[in-house]
Every structure is written in structure tokens, then in C-alpha cells.
């Protein structure tokens, strides 16, 4: 629900980038990521990043996820797009 409230008319997409980037788990952290980018990725759209905010929270999660997408589309979880084919 939370992510479809933020992700409107994209919400069926998003939520393929959610299962894909974390099954749904809001406390994932993924620590291979920091080998490539200096920090780990977090939460259920796993934001790349310092941790120093409410990364495990699906709301804050979900909205630093819709701010990036309205900047970059789904080209920060190019992985999760590829494999869903999304554009």
C-alpha cells in the first residue's frame, strides 16, 4: 500500500523493483554494494548510501526511492530493470 500510494500510476513497477531489490524486507541491507560504491544499500528499494536515516522505516524508504525515480526513472536499480524489462 505505502508504495503504491507514492508510485501511483508506476506502482505495479515498483513494486517489481521492491521484491527484486529486497523481497519485501524493509531492514535489508546489502554490504556488497560498498566494494563499488563506498556504502552499503539499504531497505526495501535498497538506497545506496550513508545510513544516517531512517533507511529501515517503508515510508522514508519508499519516498528517497519515488525522489530518485522522479530524477533518474528506474536507472538507479538498473539490475531489477533489466530483469523485469522495464524502461
Given at each position: ?7 501511483g500510476?508506476?506502482?505495479?513497477e ?13 531492514t535489508?541491507?546489502n ?12 531497505g ?10 531512517a533507511?529501515n522505516n517503508p515510508i522514508?524508504?519508499?519516498e528517497a526511492?519515488y525522489q ?7 536507472q538507479p536499480?538498473?539490475n ?8
Amino acid at each position: 500500500k505505502i508504495i503504491c500510494d507514492r508510485f501511483g500510476s508506476k506502482c505495479s513497477e515498483a513494486l517489481l523493483i521492491a521484491k527484486c531489490e529486497s523481497g519485501f524486507v524493509p531492514t535489508k541491507v546489502n554490504t556488497n554494494d560498498s566494494k563499488r560504491t563506498g556504502y552499503n544499500s539499504y531497505g526495501l528499494f535498497q538506497i545506496n548510501g550513508p545510513s544516517n536515516w531512517a533507511w529501515n522505516n517503508p515510508i522514508a524508504n519508499t519516498e528517497a526511492a519515488y525522489q530518485k525515480y522522479l530524477r533518474r526513472g528506474w536507472q538507479p536499480w538498473i539490475n531489477c530493470r533489466n530483469s523485469n524489462k522495464l524502461v
